[in-house]
């Protein structure tokens, strides 16, 4: 049974930094994309960065191109996003997907695949 599992989290300030972390088990996750995306209440899940297993090439949303780092750890089925400088408006539920399409994800606006629980991250001034 496919399964993310997410930890890591929590609140800090503006300009501070969190992580966070998803364990992919029970599929093989050799074939996809591996990424964040983000909800807050009332609006739709947002793509925040992704990692294509199989080649390591990483892709981020405009809004956290520089600030954000997406990172796979092959041995052990994990992919963390490292949050820096954050904004008030980074304030969301963090879900990890795993994508089946792999680097073709980019073609549609549509995310697919399994997803997490969710893990709240909530920046205050």
């Known amino acids: 049974q496919a399964q993310l599992v997410e930890s890591g989290g929590g609140s800090v300030q503006v300009g501070g930094s969190l992580s966070v972390t998803c364990v992919a088990s029970?599929?093989?996750?050799?074939?996809?994309?591996m990424g964040w995306y983000r909800q807050t209440p009332g609006n739709d899940r947002e793509f925040v960065a992704a990692?294509?297993?199989?080649?390591?090439?990483?892709y981020y949303a405009d809004s956290v191109k520089g600030r954000f780092t997406i990172s796979r750890d092959k041995a052990k089925n994990t992919v963390s996003l490292q949050m820096r400088s954050l904004k008030a408006e980074d304030t969301a539920t963090y879900f990890c997907?795993?994508?089946?399409?792999?680097?073709?994800?980019?073609?549609?606006?549509?995310?697919?695949?399994?997803w997490g629980q969710g893990t709240q991250v909530t920046v205050s001034s």
């Open positions: 990692v294509v297993w199989r080649d390591g090439s990483t």
């Open positions: 029970g599929f093989s996750v050799s074939g996809y994309a």
């Open positions: 997907n795993a994508d089946p399409r792999g680097s073709e994800f980019r073609k549609s606006a549509q995310p697919a695949g399994y």
